[in-house]
């Protein structure tokens, strides 16, 4: 086993890290029967934490 095989990450540890710099999560999905597209959906999602640079969008609800 390597060093990093061997490192343990905290599931809070590492979503911490990732809400901190910010998550792009990308993807296309098709529903298809007989080769005919019968559903389609896309998915684009910015997940960030909110913070003084990165101000809430829904201040404006509250």
């Known amino acids: 086993m390597t060093v990093i ?3 343990e990450v905290a599931l809070v540890d590492l979503l911490d890290r ?3 710099g910010g998550v792009v ?7 298809r029967i007989a080769d005919v597209d019968l559903v389609r959906i896309d998915l684009n999602a910015l997940i960030s934490s909110v913070n003084e640079q990165v101000p809430s969008p829904f ?3 509250l």
Do not use: H, M, Y
């Not at 999560?25 to 529903?31: C, P, Q, S, V, Y």
């Open 59 to 61: 201040e404006e609800f």
């Open 25 to 31: 999560i990308k993807g296309d999905l098709t529903l």
């Open 18 to 20: 990732l809400l901190a």
């Open 5 to 7: 095989e061997r490192r």
